[in-house]
C-alpha cells in the first residue's frame, strides 16, 4: 500500500511540474511533444522529457516494427531528436495527431529496411 501510495505521488508532483500545454493530454500530439523539444526555456525537464520520449519510441519501435522500420544500431537518443524535430516541423497536418503514432511512421520514412 505505501508503494502505491509513492507511486500515485510521483505521478502527482510530475503532472504539476509539467508545462500547461502538456497537461492532461492523453495521447501526446505532436504538437505538445515539439512544445517540449522547442521549449524557449530550454529547461532540462523539457529537453530531457522530448529526448526521453523519442530514445523510448524509437526503442519500441525497434523491436515491433516487423521489417518496416531498420534503425542503425548505434542510433542515439540525440541523433534521433536530431533528425525527427525538423522533420516533424515539416508536417503541420500532424500537429494534432498522436506523437507516437506520427514517430513510427516518421522513422519508417527515415529508416526503411532496404
Known amino acids: 500500500m505505501k508503494i502505491n501510495t ?4 510521483v505521478f502527482s508532483m510530475m503532472a504539476t511540474a509539467a508545462p500547461s500545454y502538456a497537461k492532461d493530454r492523453f495521447p501526446l500530439t505532436v504538437k505538445a511533444l515539439l512544445g517540449f523539444c522547442l ?3 530550454a529547461a532540462a525537464y523539457d529537453d530531457g522529457f522530448c529526448s526521453g520520449y523519442f530514445a523510448g519510441a524509437a526503442h519500441v519501435i525497434r523491436h515491433q516494427a516487423n521489417g518496416r522500420v531498420c534503425l542503425p544500431e548505434d542510433l542515439s537518443a540525440t541523433r534521433v531528436s536530431a533528425k525527427l524535430i ?15 503514432e506520427i514517430i513510427e511512421d516518421s522513422l519508417e520514412r527515415l529508416y526503411p529496411c532496404q
Open 39 to 41: 521549449s524557449p526555456k
Open 86 to 100: 525538423p522533420y516533424l516541423q515539416r508536417r503541420p497536418d500532424d500537429l494534432g495527431k498522436p506523437a507516437a
Open 6 to 9: 509513492a507511486i500515485v505521488l
